[in-house]
Each structure stands twice: as structure tokens, then as C-alpha cells.
């Protein structure tokens, strides 16, 4: 009797290890070094069209459904968090006159599949004066080959431009 359990213990196993081949799944393929320069492009455009004013471009490189996230310290010492639907910034009804420019530098990467993420330090201008500096998070989705800012983090650092600064300005995205 003990003979027999070992056989059917064994081929038990077998059966339960050798079935139907594994399923397998698709993986979406790792960063790739044309994937990032598509991404920091599509980046690039999006801060010319808030350095432009540009509200129809601002919207037309969103996602519909996006939010955004503002981090600001209060003079307390906390800090606060406001946080509103992307369409918030390029409603026509903002447009107050101002020339607003944002550029960023150092900007660290990450894709996998049809996600990415940009984190980059900024400096924000308003009417050619320097107003603030901060960090910057872009989400964008690959939709239709096309990368797509979804969502957006930022902090608001007034006190933080010195820190923040680039010691070479030959790094400033974009260009312009």
C-alpha cells in the first residue's frame, strides 16, 4: 500500500506541473531612448503653449478627464494643495493679459508601455519677472502614437530658485 502512494503522488504532481503550456502576457516594452526624446518633445510643446498663452494647444495636448495638483507652503509653515480639473487652465475665461513663461531643466524619465512620468525642476515667469521656481510632474499616455499630458503636479517654491537653479542655463527646456 505505502508502494502505490508514491506513484500516484508523483504523477499527480506531473499532471498538476506539465499540463497546458503557461499562458503567457503581454508585456508593454521598457524605456526606450526614443520613447524619452518623444516624451520630453511632447513636454517641450506644452510649455511653449503656456509660455504662448496658447489656451487651444494647452487643450488640445491634454486629455480630456486630466487633474492637476498645486502644492504651495503657507506662511505657517504647512502646506496646502489645490487641486483642479485640467481644463481649469486653459479655459479662455484665465486669459487675464499676462505674459506667463515656464521652462524646466534636468528633467528625470519614466516610461514603461504607454505611460510616462517627467519630474524636472521649473522656474515661472510672469510679465518677464521671475515668480516662482518648483518641481514639476507630467503624466502623459501614448494615445494614437501621440504623447498626451493626463495629469500634473507641481509645488510652488518662491524661496527655492536659488536651490533649483541650473548652474548652466544651456540645459533650459524648451529652447525658446
Known amino acids: 500500500?505505502?508502494?502505490?502512494?508514491?506513484?500516484?503522488?508523483?504523477?499527480?504532481?506531473?499532471?498538476?506541473?506539465?499540463?497546458?503550456?503557461?499562458?503567457?502576457?503581454?508585456?508593454?516594452?521598457?524605456?526606450?531612448?526614443?520613447?524619452?526624446?518623444?516624451?520630453?518633445?511632447?513636454?517641450?510643446?506644452?510649455?511653449?503653449?503656456?509660455?504662448?498663452?496658447?489656451?487651444?494647444?494647452?487643450?488640445?495636448?491634454?486629455?480630456?478627464?486630466?487633474?492637476?495638483?498645486?502644492?504651495?507652503?503657507?506662511?505657517?509653515?504647512?502646506?496646502?494643495?489645490?487641486?483642479?480639473?485640467?481644463?481649469?487652465?486653459?479655459?479662455?475665461?484665465?486669459?487675464?493679459?499676462?505674459?506667463?513663461?515656464?521652462?524646466?531643466?534636468s528633467p528625470t524619465v519614466m516610461i514603461r508601455g504607454g505611460i510616462a512620468v517627467v519630474w524636472a525642476p521649473y522656474e515661472f515667469w510672469i510679465d518677464g519677472e521671475t515668480s516662482h521656481c518648483g518641481v514639476d510632474v507630467v503624466d502623459l499616455v501614448k494615445i494614437d502614437g501621440e504623447w498626451i499630458v493626463s495629469n500634473t503636479m507641481w509645488t510652488v517654491e518662491p524661496e527655492a530658485c536659488v536651490e533649483l537653479r541650473p548652474a548652466e542655463t544651456s540645459i533650459l527646456r524648451p529652447e525658446s
Open 1 to 105: 500500500m505505502t508502494r502505490s502512494i508514491g506513484p500516484i503522488a508523483i504523477m499527480t504532481l506531473l499532471c498538476a506541473c506539465g499540463g497546458s503550456a503557461p499562458l503567457t502576457q503581454h508585456v508593454p516594452g521598457g524605456h526606450q531612448p526614443g520613447d524619452e526624446r518623444a516624451v520630453l518633445e511632447s513636454m517641450d510643446r506644452f510649455m511653449t503653449a503656456i509660455s504662448e498663452t496658447d489656451l487651444e494647444a494647452m487643450a488640445a495636448m491634454k486629455t480630456a478627464d486630466g487633474m492637476t495638483y498645486q502644492w504651495r507652503p503657507t506662511e505657517g509653515g504647512d502646506m496646502h494643495i489645490t487641486a483642479r480639473p485640467s481644463s481649469f487652465w486653459h479655459d479662455p475665461a484665465r486669459d487675464d493679459g499676462h505674459a506667463y513663461r515656464e521652462r524646466y531643466w
